[in-house]
């Protein structure tokens, strides 16, 4: 198996760096600092299979907090890393399908391996059928509703596979992905679901939404795909039965309904992010951009700044294929921001 780079694995950087796996301040996903305060899960959500009423709570709960439009629908997966390696075969399975990039590295190999070329640059050719958004983008934080109009609007008669899985498939449309997996939900963010209703209509456009990055539980394992119920329905087929936990749609239910946290979950992110920017930028910085999960500086000094952090055991993301760019995950609080602030101080020294 190969594995792409990513956030995370803090405790092999640990190792590397001469660090005990605790001591690692963990500022490389992107990942809410604070998990939602779960309830302790049943007995009977680890014995029995998930059942049709659990997935159908969540998904309730789910089309509520991302304020989903009535016309579409929404299922459940195993994180949006397990529905994005899956949507590129609900197209035509070949042509062309533009990529933004630098944008979270998972998506160009999954369309290459189900027969597509891909295209990247800064604006969409003519040539492509299929195309990718990461809304807001990781890791510029961008979202670019100008580029996701476009597509739509210059293709109308693009639509998604709704042949049968064999595969075959004469039209030449193809999907729009608007990866939404750093998106929050409505009631942490009013716009947030935009892109929801305003391409709502659209029968080709498929949406995606983390509940871990948010809500703090990525181990959790769980995330929703969004689109018209045809194209959904298909995606469902693919995925099969049981794909989410008991545990993980119980959890998710009430994290979901739970609105108020939600809300001042959003309050509390948001603030540690002003506070990071300020800090990064009292630094010296650039700061290409962010989200309230995080923030992007753009440095020549990328790698040594990595590299600099991760001695003082803290770890960062970094990208090859940008090694201009080092991301910054929210710190969780005054101990952590004085870490990260001591050890830029001795970087600027």
């Known amino acids: 198996m190969i594995w792409r780079e990513h956030g995370g694995n803090s405790d092999q950087a640990a190792a590397q760096f001469g660090h005990n796996a605790d001591d ?21 959500s680890w014995n029995q299979l998930p059942s049709k009423s659990q997935l159908d709570r969540c998904l309730a709960a789910a089309r509520s907090a991302y304020d989903v439009p009535h016309n579409l629908a929404i299922m459940a997966g195993a994180g949006t890393q397990s529905l994005l390696q899956v949507i590129p075969s609900l197209g035509p399975m070949s042509g ?3 990529i933004a990039e630098p944008t979270y590295n998972e998506h160009r190999p999954a369309w290459v391996s189900s027969g597509y070329d891909v295209i990247s640059g800064n604006t969409a050719p003519d040539a492509a059928q299929s195309a990718v958004f990461v809304a807001p983008n990781n890791p510029t934080g961008l979202i670019d509703k100008v580029g996701i109009a476009d597509m739509t609007t210059r293709r109308p008669n693009a639509r998604p596979n709704t042949d049968t899985d ?5 039209d030449t449309g193809g999907l729009i992905m608007i990866d939404g997996a750093f998106a929050l939900p409505a009631a942490a963010d009013t716009g947030a679901s935009d892109l929801l209703h305003e391409f709502s ?5 498929i949406h995606l939404r983390s ?4 809500f703090g539980m990525a181990g959790l394992r769980l995330g929703f795909a969004i689109g018209a119920p045809e194209l959904i329905a298909k995606l469902q087929a693919r995925i099969g039965p049981w794909a989410v936990s008991s545990a993980a749609l119980d ?3 009430a994290a979901l309904n739970d609105h108020a946290w939600q809300a001042q979950h959003g309050v509390f992110l948001e603030g540690q992010a002003e506070r990071l920017k300020g800090l990064l930028a009292i630094t010296g910085f650039t700061i290409l951009g962010g989200t309230s999960l995080f923030q992007t500086v753009q440095t020549p000094d990328a790698e040594a700044l990595h590299t600099h952090l991760a001695k003082a055991a803290i770890w960062t993301r970094k990208f090859s294929q940008s090694p201009d760019l080092l991301r910054f995950g929210v710190p969780s609080g005054e101990t952590d921001f004085a870490r990260l ?3 830029l101080e001795n970087w600027q020294n």
């Open 96 to 98: 062309n399908v533009w």
């Open 251 to 253: 959890i998710g239910t």
């Open 166 to 170: 064999t595969g075959t498939d004469t």
């Open 341 to 343: 602030s001591k050890t």
């Open 24 to 44: 690692m301040l963990d500022l490389s996903t992107g990942i809410s600092p604070i998990a939602y305060p779960a309830a302790t899960i049943s007995a009977q």
């Open 201 to 205: 209509a659209d029968p080709h456009v």
């Open 211 to 214: 509940f871990g990055k948010f």
